[in-house]
């Protein structure tokens, strides 16, 4: 499940945030109360910068760095994985 504001890298590898939309139906009694949730693919600029960061956690994964992205969505957090037998000692 989706929420506002959520960026996602969609299947055809572009990137996109999700938006909460009102739907207006013109003689409906509820027109404008109806929400949608949607993808809006973004601009092309920030697909890069996107992409970019992306590669960049990707090098940091494969040199065994874990990436957690913390609690409040405003930050990384960089620590190197324990080895198995560094974690039974």
Known sequence: MAYDGELVKMQNGRW???QRCQVYRPGVADAGETMLLIAV???ERYQQLL???????AEYR?????VRLAPDAQGL?????????????
């Open 77 to 89: 957090t960089l620590q190197p994985e324990m080895s198995v037998s560094a974690s039974v000692n």
């Open 62 to 66: 494969s040199q065994g760095v874990q």
């Open 41 to 43: 693919e973004l601009e």
């Open 51 to 57: 992409d970019d960061a992306a590669d960049s956690l």
């Open 16 to 18: 996109a945030r999700f």
